[in-house]
């Protein structure tokens, strides 16, 4: 039986589901790679902390030079997440013709091109399935199996956190805090949510799916970015009213050669697959040109689903190992793509605003998205025979540019209080 | 830039499908694969048929020699379907070491080792992803992407013209016959249906799957297998008050080291994903102990989608086509693998039965059940005045086998006049 050996970077979360899947399906690995599969060094930063985990003695260490100087170690598996220094340790890792797994978003999403050169000419393969959607073979969904396609969109529920709070919100009424308290107790979000809540998260995954989906390389920071801490319990009542659900969507769409990412809560029909996929799961929509829609649904983060892309990723090295092949997709354009600027993105919206209630106001409004170009779908207004009144419109396919337009006009006009909250519209077509 | 030359066996609607999608993303293939691809022959059996497609003169030919003996053509791929002269064409190009592409369900499922085993001693590669679930990558899902996990179950729903007709009853209140007769009239079921109403085709797809995801060997033959002919428009309307809706599903699970295949009619809590798979859609649920539950989603038959799978099978193939590596799965077990019988399998049951309305007969109908083991989560009766009545029982979970010597029992019994239908439930979980 051949043996290889396999170098840990980060003794986290992923670190240890890597460690688990490697003992506990030791037996699978070896009948479906012809090796053994062994972790022999690990990167920690404190050797003594506890981490619920028995390793043997004398396999953590400190000191990467550990893990990067033993010529035994075939294999380095970067789990720390983070741009430094994991970027610099796996470029050095393949300057030493290892082969590096990765799970880590930001340096895929920042550094992939680099990181991808650097396999190239060093002949050593970087796999990265992890990066996004935890256990959701996304990556090499559209890296192999979709490779027939002209992709046309892909729109996905990428962030477990967001998705987790979205769903409490909904689900009891709760409002945004609240959510957020609860998934900080559970686990599900971090003391400090940034990331997560304000969509840098999925933004990063987004970007590295509309690398693939469209063989470009996109400038992380040119796409428009908007998380969920202006959504209120009664945008969620309103949506519901209105047949929708709220969702934090990650876009990648093509329009006529023209790349449209965006990162925002969106309002998804009810009945499509999306709008049900509920607390910490993800799913992601694929719309090729002949393979029509296909949905990848599960779980998109946690030690053991993301643990089974990494350790997936480790067997798929050794079964290529020998063959140094088609695994850079990054290299393709090397000027990072031209994106939509988001005025020029068209959608449905959901518009609420407090008017003040007298008459001529509906009217007034009105003529100010009229003169915009912005058609109307649905009004509802819900008096309450006080001084202010509720207005929700729902608009028919329109410019966002066109929508900023009224607002800013709505804004400096003395009948509307406030623009209290715009929710982009997706009537995701599921034939 | 290089060039690949193809044989096309069969031109009918997947043929098609893999001609368009070579001709209309010619492009994107050459970039993400470095070849350019050619279809140079197309075997078919009448030359002049009118096909919709135009295709140079001169490339259509009813010899298979033309092609086997064509030493330009690299890649052979199978569409024609059936196990002869299909399984005989693909070994013979493999003999001639040419590659092989097939969707070919029935070939793989019944001569997958022998085709397999030829493609191993010549070196060259056989793919057929698109073999199960059209354009839903799961071949190379459970051969890759999963392969760190030991798999537990794979459940899908994974038959589009069933499903069809499912959804038509279940939507529009339509008798089986009726549904099936649309089906026909839409071109979504064959004028002799049974391939599809009564599970063969499913039967063979479970059994590739189930050889992919527990590594061995399935002898098709010993898969449970039952149709939807005896799905009634009531059992459907008592299914919607339990809370259920009836699907066909393929299940494959590993209980304890045994497997347990089957298809059959099966009511899915309404809530679950699998539920609100729709029309000619498939869904394919995977559980294994690493990445969890896992569902894709997508059109699982129809000329691209299809075609989608075959295309990308042979850009793989480009891929690899220097390093004949680990594509042989089927190998491991060479002996079939017994299956848990049918009376060991434990469910939870719905059974509809028309019973005599006068006293004590609920009492005797339920002694008959106690006494096999069989115990009772809801009872529903409705009386009608009339002299027989409708009695619906939903089991606890429990054994076939004391399900079918409880209803042995009843069939003689003077009280119950028929047992109309049993359907399996399944309490799919997914937290």
């Not at 945004?176 to 559970?186: I, T, V």
């Amino acid at each position: 039986m051949k043996r290889v050996n396999i170098g840990l970077l980060g003794f986290g979360n992923v670190g240890r589901g890597v460690w688990t899947i490697v003992e506990e399906n030791r037996a699978e690995l070896k009948k479906r790679s012809g090796y053994d599969v062994n972790i022999t060094k690990i990167l920690v930063r404190d050797i003594n902390k506890y981490r619920g985990v028995n390793v043997p003695e004398g396999i953590l260490t400190t000191k990467f030079e550990d893990i990067l100087e033993d010529d035994e170690i075939d294999i380095v598996v970067e789990v720390i997440g983070g741009i430094e220094p994991s970027v610099d340790y796996m470029i050095r890792s393949m300057k030493r013709k290892k082969h590096v797994v990765t799970a880590n978003k930001m340096a895929i999403a920042t550094k992939g091109s680099t990181l991808l050169k650097t396999s190239n000419e060093e002949a050593v393969m970087l796999y990265y399935e992890g990066s996004v959607g935890g256990g959701i073979p996304i990556i090499n969904g559209l890296n192999e199996n979709l490779v027939a396609n002209k992709i046309e969109e892909v729109i996905g529920i990428i962030n477990g956190t967001t998705n987790y709070i979205l769903t409490k919100m909904t689900r009891e009424n709760l409002s945004f805090e609240d959510a957020l308290k609860e998934a900080q107790e559970k686990g599900f979000a971090e003391s400090d949510p940034t990331s997560d809540v304000d969509a840098f998260d999925p933004m990063y995954k987004i970007c590295i799916l509309s690398s693939l989906a469209f063989d470009t390389v996109v400038n992380v920071n040119s796409i428009y970015r908007e998380g969920i801490r202006g959504i209120k319990p009664i945008d969620i009542e309103y949506a519901r009213e209105l047949g929708y659900v709220i969702k934090l969507l990650g876009i990648a769409k093509n329009v006529e050669g023209e790349l449209e990412l965006r990162v925002h809560p969106t309002m998804v029909p009810i009945n499509h697959p999306l709008a049900n996929v509920n607390d910490s799961f993800n799913a992601i929509l694929v719309k090729g040109n002949a393979v029509g829609e296909l949905m990848l649904y599960g779980r998109g983060a946690g030690d053991l689903p993301t643990g089974s892309a990494v350790v997936s990723d480790i067997i798929s090295i050794l079964r290529n190992r020998d063959n140094p092949l088609y695994y850079s997709k990054f290299e393709n354009g090397t000027e990072p793509h031209e994106l939509r600027e988001i005025n020029k993105v068209e959608c449905e919206y959901y518009i609420r605003m407090t008017v003040k209630d007298k008459p001529g106001v509906l009217g007034e409004v009105c003529t100010v998205f009229g003169h915009n170009n912005v058609s109307m779908l649905s009004v509802i207004q819900k008096g309450k025979r006080e001084e202010c009144v509720s207005l929700v419109f729902m608009t028919h396919n329109t410019l966002e540019g066109n929508i900023r337009k009224s607002i800013e006009k709505l804004e400096g006009n003395n009948v509307v209080v406030k623009v209290e909250n715009i929710i982009r519209i997706e009537n995701l077509g599921m034939e």
